[in-house]
Antibody
Framework: QVQLQESGPGLVKPSETLSLTCTVS????????WTWIRQPPGKGLEWIGY???????NYHPSLKSRVTISVDTSKNQFSLKLTSVTAADTAVYYC???????????WGQGTLVTVSS | QSALTQPASVSGSPGQSITISCTGT?????????VSWYQQHPGKAPKLMIC???KRPSGVSDRFSGSKSGNTASLTISGLQAEDEADYYC??????????FGTGTKVTVL
């Protein structure tokens, strides 16, 4: 079981870029698939996308034009960038480890990002 | 890609069994045996309860079981306990290397 910790600004202005980093401990980032999932306040989970350390990635169709997930193996971290944010992007953002078949085994505690001026 | 459909709420008395449905389409649930279920207590991160439709991760109580028929997957909780009160989400492979979550179900133990 690996441990994951999200970090980044809790407040982002509309039209700006949301940037979050997930630090992985207890395991190598080069060994698994990594994913970002978000949950608007009081609502359900939404899959954002995933990356495999070799560079293979994929994103939710509705977010594809605004999302980039990247990996930094030297720091054992992976990151999320979401551009042109609006209030609809306000959510708790979770980083997590998933397996090749899509099951999400380990989760970070989540970080609330609010989009507001 | 639309969210999978789950009932908003399900309730049961301690000791009873309840079943949560998760309905998708022939493009996701119906085509792949890649459905997972997650339990989420208030203010906490979700926890994996079932993967690949019916496999239970180590440490998950055998009171939790999963199944699938056609475009609908199901999670059954038997011997309902107070600690099972939480939100539950299904998730399926959605084709083209995507995943799709269900709308979520609030389980209440009466």
């Amino acid at each position: 079981q690996v441990q994951l910790q999200e970090s980044g600004p809790g407040l982002v202005k509309p039209s700006e870029t949301l940037s979050l980093t997930c630090t992985v401990s207890g395991g190598s980032i080069s060994s698994y698939y990594w994913t970002w999932i978000r949950q608007p306040p009081g609502k359900g989970l939404e899959w954002i996308g995933y990356i495999y350390y070799g560079g293979i990635s994929n994103y939710h169709p509705s977010l594809k034009s605004r999302v980039t997930i990247s990996v930094d193996t030297s720091k054992n971290q992976f990151s999320l960038k979401l551009t042109s944010v609006t209030a609809a992007d306000t959510a708790v953002y979770y980083c997590a480890r998933r397996d090749k078949l899509g099951a999400v085994w380990d989760w970070g505690q989540g970080t609330l990002v609010t989009v507001s001026s | 890609q639309s969210a999978l459909t789950q009932p908003a709420s399900v309730s049961g008395s301690p000791g009873q069994s309840i079943t949560i449905s998760c309905t998708g389409t022939s493009s996701d649930v119906g085509s792949y045996s890649l459905v997972s279920w997650y339990q989420q207590h208030p203010g906490k991160a979700p926890k994996l309860m079932i993967c690949e439709v019916s496999k239970r991760p180590s440490g998950v109580s055998d009171r939790f079981s999963g199944s699938k028929s056609g475009n609908t997957a199901s999670l059954t909780i038997s011997g309902l306990q107070a600690e099972d009160e939480a939100d539950y989400y299904c998730c399926s492979y959605g084709g083209s290397s995507t995943s799709v979550f269900g709308t979520g179900t609030k389980v209440t133990v009466l």
